[in-house]
């Protein structure tokens, strides 16, 4: 497994101009492992985007590497890395404490009476999406810790994490003019409980929308 990353050229908008919906990040994304184009075999390949001290960056999971030109195709020259993450993946263990990254599209299902498919719909208040995250951490290998804080008067546990934004970018269909996706990153610590499972959950992701830069979860050591 590789781990890429390149910076976005933003502040360029000749060069960014196609960037304006997931679906043109999604194809840029697939665009950047040409072998997998040309056999018509394409691998599923996680991403997201994140912003960190005002910029804005690519990051993609995968299998084999990227093509590191196409990959700056509307990257900041000079920004492209990749390296190897099975490095990571080999030193993970059960019980062990990371703090850890999620984007994902948090939703639930809809089913009414006499209905034989629910209707997928997305979670709308903080409330609701951190109780989705938290429901769905035993089966993805993990454990999400509470402890009592000081500063809560009430007494009330506090979670170990948080969410730190919330959006809704607009994804182009072939069948519409266009929907809009709910967005949500998730940071904090959490602790592995089965790491078969969580090594699982960090190469294919958590959620919906994978194709369209959600349910990647990226971690690293406990500071």
Same mark, same amino acid.
């Given at each position: 497994?590789?781990?890429? *990353?390149?910076?976005?050229?933003?502040?360029?908008?000749?060069?960014? /101009?196609?960037?304006?919906? &997931?679906?043109?990040? =999604?194809n840029? #994304?697939?665009?950047?492992?040409?072998?997998? +184009?040309?056999?018509?075999?394409?691998?599923?390949?996680?991403?997201?985007?994140?912003?960190?001290?005002?910029? /804005?960056?690519?990051?993609?999971?995968?299998?084999?590497?990227?093509?590191?030109?196409? &990959?700056?195709?509307?990257? !900041?020259?000079?920004t %492209?890395?990749?390296?190897?993450?099975?490095h990571?993946?080999?030193?993970?263990?059960?019980?062990q404490?990371?703090?850890?990254?999620?984007?994902?599209?948090?939703? =639930?299902?809809?089913?009414?009476?006499?209905?034989?498919?629910? *209707? #997928? %719909?997305? =979670?709308?208040?903080?409330?609701?999406?951190?109780?989705?995250?938290?429901?769905?951490?035993?089966?993805?290998?993990?454990?999400?810790?509470?402890? %009592?804080?000081a500063?809560?008067?009430?007494?009330?546990?506090?979670?170990?994490?948080?969410? !730190?934004?919330r959006?809704?970018?607009? &994804?182009? *269909?072939?069948?519409? /003019?266009? #929907?809009?996706?709910? *967005?949500?990153?998730f940071?904090?610590?959490l602790?592995?409980?089965? +790491?078969?499972?969580?090594?699982?959950?960090?190469?294919?992701?958590?959620?919906?929308?994978?194709?369209?830069?959600?349910?990647?979860?990226? #971690?690293?050591?406990?500071?």
């Amino acid at each position: 497994m590789y781990l890429s *990353r390149v910076e976005i050229d933003s502040n360029n908008r000749a060069k960014t /101009r196609d960037l304006t919906h &997931l679906g043109a990040y =999604h194809n840029w #994304v697939e665009q950047s492992f040409p072998a997998e +184009v040309e056999a018509g075999e394409r691998q599923r390949h996680l991403w997201r985007i994140d912003q960190l001290s005002g910029k /804005r960056y690519l990051l993609i999971l995968s299998e084999e590497k990227p093509d590191a030109t196409k &990959l700056a195709m509307y990257g !900041v020259q000079g920004t %492209v890395m990749t390296k190897s993450y099975d490095h990571l993946l080999d030193t993970l263990q059960d019980g062990q404490r990371l703090q850890f990254r999620l984007t994902a599209n948090p939703t =639930h299902t809809i089913t009414k009476p006499g209905e034989r498919q629910g *209707r #997928v %719909v997305p =979670h709308i208040t903080i409330a609701q999406q951190r109780q989705w995250l938290i429901a769905r951490a035993e089966k993805s290998g993990f454990e999400l810790m509470q402890s %009592v804080s000081a500063e809560n008067p009430d007494g009330q546990p506090v979670w170990s994490f948080d969410i !730190v934004g919330r959006e809704w970018p607009t &994804l182009h *269909r072939r069948t519409d /003019r266009g #929907v809009r996706l709910s *967005r949500v990153t998730f940071e904090g610590l959490l602790q592995i409980s089965d +790491v078969a499972t969580f090594k699982e959950t960090l190469i294919k992701g958590i959620g919906r929308e994978k194709a369209f830069g959600m349910g990647l979860m990226t #971690v690293i050591p406990e500071a």
